[in-house]
């Protein structure tokens, strides 16, 4: 199973060419949903450990109004680790800024086992009300038990999330992709997952995998929390700018606000989320 971080678009680098107002409108204008433009940045990632505030700058141009981090502690490898120098009400600043905000961060598994108290302070420092995990890390060809045991222990983690007024989100990534008895994983986890304590973050590319983001939005109305948006060429089975390709973004939008999401990040190379932008401030759902 190819996971979101191998089937990405290598990330491209280089300057926006969008000028500085489009990080200045007002967010209201912001389509679809009058939600803020918002980006992942785990593609930019090689740009952010060479140069934080200028990658920040080059988001702000292109139209992004919210940004998703990754956790410094539980992605050191994958370009993030530069940012540990930083103090979380530094990170605040220096991304506000650029004229941006930042409310949800990926962390990985490991780094909420060994000390979830100090990160749940760290993105309370920066503002944010989001903690999300790209996949809870279970084998690739799990037992029910497995997965229980997945699930019970993500209950505990959103739990002590809540107590910090942070709400805890779970991403789909190899793990809930799997299968057990003839049922996707994905699915059995929103049976076993608190969903006071837990909410979802749907990962649009899946449906290269079957997993079709409106028809989870409706099937599980108020589980989720935010979605990472890609577009999707069917014919070419490839990851295009958000616009291009075959998906129903209206119809997507449209279910996102029975399954409750409250914001989205696009994730793609740099150059199909700067694409992606012109759209996205159009659409009207």
Not at 15 to 23: H, I, M, Q, S, V
Not at 37 to 64: N, S
Request: aromatic share 10%; hydrophobic share 40%; with cysteine.
């Amino acid at each position: 199973m190819i996971s979101r971080r191998e089937a990405l678009v290598r990330t491209a680098t280089g300057f926006g060419a969008a000028g500085w107002l489009a990080a200045l409108a007002p967010e209201v204008e912001a389509n679809p949903l009058g939600l803020p433009i918002g980006c992942q940045t785990y593609p930019v990632r090689e740009m952010i450990a060479k140069d934080f505030p200028g990658t920040l700058k080059t988001l702000a141009d292109a139209g992004f109004q919210r940004i998703e981090l990754c956790s410094p502690v539980g992605y050191t490898k994958a370009g993030f680790g530069d940012l540990v120098k930083y103090k979380g009400s530094e990170l605040k600043k220096i991304i506000g800024d650029h004229g941006l905000k930042c409310i949800s961060s990926h962390f990985s598994m490991k780094e909420l086992r060994e000390n979830q108290a100090d990160r749940i302070a760290w993105a309370k420092d920066i503002g944010m009300t989001q903690m999300m995990v790209a996949s809870l890390g279970g084998p690739k060809q799990p037992t029910m038990d497995d997965v229980k045991r997945a699930a019970d222990e993500y209950n505990k983690f959103g739990e002590q999330a809540a107590k910090a007024g942070i709400q805890q989100g779970l991403h789909n990534e190899g793990f809930e992709m799997s299968r057990v008895d003839g049922k996707r994983t994905y699915d059995i986890l929103f049976e076993l997952l608190d969903p006071k304590l837990v909410k979802f973050q749907f990962q649009v590319s899946t449906i290269s995998h079957g997993f079709d983001a409106a028809e989870y939005f409706n099937k599980y109305p108020g589980r989720f929390i935010s979605m990472h948006v890609q577009g999707w060429s069917s014919s070419e089975k490839k990851i295009v700018p958000v616009g291009q390709g075959d998906l129903d973004w209206k119809k997507i939008f449209t279910a996102a606000k029975v399954g409750g999401v409250k914001n989205y990040f696009v994730e793609m190379n740099l150059d199909f989320m700067k694409e992606s932008v012109p759209y996205l401030k159009k659409l009207k759902v």
